[in-house]
């Protein structure tokens, strides 16, 4: 029974360094069949095996431990799995990884790294760190992604209002697009209590000025985009380059992927446009 325990504290320490090299040595050392259980299965049976079979069969769970380590098929699957995964990967890593070129590279480092290192029991946590040093590099990339610093001058939109003049504003509060959904969602904003028929020279005169509405026409439809103004993202100035007039041109030149309809929809509606004409012909008709 003493031999069992010598046989594998000698097994341990031979596995760390060089497994195959560290059994021979085992082996020689021993004195008892054990020894010889294991020349056999590794090698080749001498005539001697035969005088010491019995032993022999009582060494076979001992020798198991050395070749279940040796095999890696039950209890070591683990750790030999790792070991057995990371040199394939490693292998195959080297060539394709481009350290500069792709974050995916650094990724796949990590893996060769523990390779030398699986020789120490300790290098599982410097296993860790090995993928960390070159995550570091890939942190550089972060940085680069995260154009906070780059979307920071961008989004103060007033400063591109003021200088461009083209530009998000800072909407006041309770003024967000949100806001704007759910005011009109339901409330008739048009200012007309009808569908309107609307001339161009009625249209001209709907500035937003002198107490007027503005109304602006798109696709041929008429809006009232007063109530829009202190919700509009680009700021009031710019809708009201659109009051007055078919505003079609400067909305599709600021924001062609814009829903104008869809944002004022049936709320802001005032009417279609007609021409002239067509204006008089109906007063016409009415009388
Ligand atoms: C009629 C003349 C108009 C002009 C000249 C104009 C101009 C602008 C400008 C310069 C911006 C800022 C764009 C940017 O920051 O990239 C903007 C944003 C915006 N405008 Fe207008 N606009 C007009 C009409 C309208 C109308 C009628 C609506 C609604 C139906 C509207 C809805 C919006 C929205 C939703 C944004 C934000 C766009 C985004 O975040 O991508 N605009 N507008």
Redesign the pocket.
Known sequence: MGGKPLHDERVIKDERPGVTELTAKSIDSSTAASNLDGVPNVGEGDSTPKAKATNSTEAVPTFSLSASNDSEPVAPAKPAANISTASPQSAAMPPPVMPRSKPASASLMPPPKPKAASLMPPPSSSSLAAPRTPMSSASLRIPSTGPLPNRGPPTN?AQ?AGSSG???VLLSPGHS?MDWAALSRNENLSGVPTLQRVTPSMLKAMTGRKGKPAW?S?QGKV?N?TP?LPF????EP??M??AGRD?AA??M???P????EG??GQSCLVGIMVSESEAVSQLDEMD
């Open positions: 939109s591109r083209k530009g998000k697009p602006s798109y809006y985009i829009y509009h993202p680009g700021g710019e809708l380059k659109g505003g400067l909305f030149e600021a924001h992927w814009v829903n104008w944002m004022m």
